[in-house]
């Protein structure tokens, strides 16, 4: 019982890791600042809509699908 609680454990730090580690690199991006501007919204919604909808910048890699 306890090495399944322990494995629980490590897998919800593994993923608050990932999303501070998202959370950061989201942050970092050109149009982060305007995103975050809009009401309701926070970094996880602005994330998912420059993904979804933006149109690649010059000069910034193409995303892979």
């Known amino acids: 019982m306890f090495g399944l609680l322990r494995q629980l454990d490590a897998a ?24 975050l501007s809009f009401p309701g919204t926070g970094v996880r919604i602005d994330a998912r809509l420059l993904a979804t909808s933006a149109t690649p910048r010059p000069g910034s890699p193409a995303p892979e699908r």
């Not at 950061?24 to 050109?30: I, K, L, S, T, V």
């Open 12 to 35: 919800c730090r593994t993923g608050n890791d990932l999303t501070e580690a998202s959370e950061e690199a989201f942050r970092q991006h050109p149009c982060a600042e305007v995103t």
